[in-house]
């Protein structure tokens, strides 16, 4: 017997070794599915396609640019202009884009020049800096996209800057006694320029955190068109809704696209790669790797065999003889013995007079189990066959419980002879 069980658990570590090693394999040589998107940037943890993608739902239009007078174009009022942190305008472009009534410039590129060209009062006063204590920063201002976000989750460091005295500016996010967001009103008091000391709290993988989306949203997405300006731009095609030629493109491979499919200022038409990318958005099982499949039969397989392993008999039901043969007799005098230990004699009383009930029962046409359930049944019967009183029947099937040892002897000695009695009537 035990030969045949260690054989049989063996062969089940065997067969679980065997699907998992191959489960292994498969899921080391299988590729991961597209379905006409590449998941690869979704799952980048560095992009900032989630973002974008969120603002593109949310009616915000993303233009990538290599020239900042594609921001210039139409109504630039309605226009949120993004100078990238690898482009460093000269000062001729800053000039014209200072006196163009841009609805929002975010500069990120925490130049010295760039910010005092546009904000006449900003410098950088750190270029890194990190808190000591905490990642987690107040915004301590009343600057209205920074106080509706609240807290920011910073996992990295970030620049920081200074304010002159006099500059209609306000910080947010202090670093160091410096703050890393800053606000500056524009001298034409047509719109703003938002000075970010960094672009970490917007990445895929802190978006989730504290009021960092809450705040991208709001940065990025205060107006209805967001223009990128980058000097080059790498394939993205992670972003799945985007307007210009470029839209399968995003500046220094991080950011790009992200509308629903507005018009944007510069009028030129979607590009082959943003047509098929928002014919193909992604759907829960195709951002899912192939061996999760594997995986998933492994799993049941695997349940199957310990089901059937610990369910199934090893060999025939063994019978044997009890060691000891107990009398009924003894088992009765037990239970008394029990009973007066305990000074039961209520329930003693009470399975006296529903056995007498069950084994009288019969006489009467009565269901044995009605009349054990309920002994008062054959009060009537009984008092009409012997020719008694019902009272004295009833005190005897359904009367008070016996308080004391010598009124349950005599009343089994009255259950007795009423049975005799019954009998030879």
Known sequence: MRSSVRASIAGLSALLMSVGATGTALAAASPTPSNGVDTTTLANPSSDDALLNLLGEQGVSYTPITSPDDALVGDAQDVTLVIDPDEIPDQSTLAQLSNAGIGRIIVLNNNADTLTQLTGGVGVAQSSASPQ????LEPACAEPDAAAAGNLDLEEGTATFSIAPG?????????EAAPALVDVASPQGTGDVIALGSTAYFENQYLASAGNAALGLRIFGAHPHLMWWAASFISDPGLLNCVGAGCDLGPGGNPGGGATGQQNPTTVTESPGAQQASSSQPTLTSLMPSWIWWALLQLVVAALLTAYWRARRMGRVVTEELPVKVRAAETVE??????RRANAHGRAGELLRRATASRLAGYFGIP????????????APVAARLETAPELIGDLLAGEAPQSE?????LADHLDQLEKEVRSS
């Open 334 to 339: 037990g239970h008394a013995r029990l009973y």
């Open 167 to 175: 500059t209609p500016a306000i910080g947010c996010y202090q670093v």
């Open 133 to 136: 204590s905490t990642t987690t």
């Open 368 to 379: 044995a189990a009605r009349a054990h359930a309920d002994p008062s049944l054959l009060v």
């Open 406 to 410: 010598a009124e349950l002897v005599l």
